[in-house]
């Protein structure tokens, strides 16, 4: 067992972490963050994804151990029910949540492409996702609504 201590959506956390445990599990059962889903464990779905210092990881696959001092954020970062981030409303906008298992995960891979590229050509959106598996919208939602919030994250510029 490690104490560990790092930045969880803008506000340090302290926590006590077995040495195998993983992110996913530290996060979901020791710190009630349930938007991080587990799918396959084995870093294929992205369902668990997470960003480190605003990098996409996969939180199945990251051990706890190794996150202390570093700034990870989850998709509750982004928004909430009574504010929205632009990405969120845009998924929405454009039908790109159907189940929204895959959402979390989508919308950070989202996040952090739109952070390093403000007008990301189809092409790049189809990369950052790539890790990002959808079983029902196809991703033409997906990739619209990506489109669609750099446009007006833009404008807001
Ligand atoms: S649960 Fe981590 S990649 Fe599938
Ligand atoms: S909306 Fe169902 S898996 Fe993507």
Known sequence: MVTIDFTL???RVTVDVNDNETLLFTLREKLSIKSVKEGCSIGECGTCTVLIDDETHYSCLTLSSKVTG???????????I????????AFISCGAVQCGYCTPGMLLSAYS????NKDP???EIKRAISGNLCRCTGYI???EAI???AGILKQNC
């Open 9 to 11: 959506n803008g506000k």
């Open 70 to 80: 570093r700034d990870v954020k989850t998709v509750e970062y982004l928004g909430n």
């Open 82 to 89: 009574i504010e929205l981030h632009p990405l969120q409303e």
């Open 113 to 116: 492409l739109l952070l390093k």
């Open 121 to 123: 050509q189809d092409e």
């Open 141 to 143: 939602q997906i990739i």
């Open 147 to 149: 489109r669609y919030a």
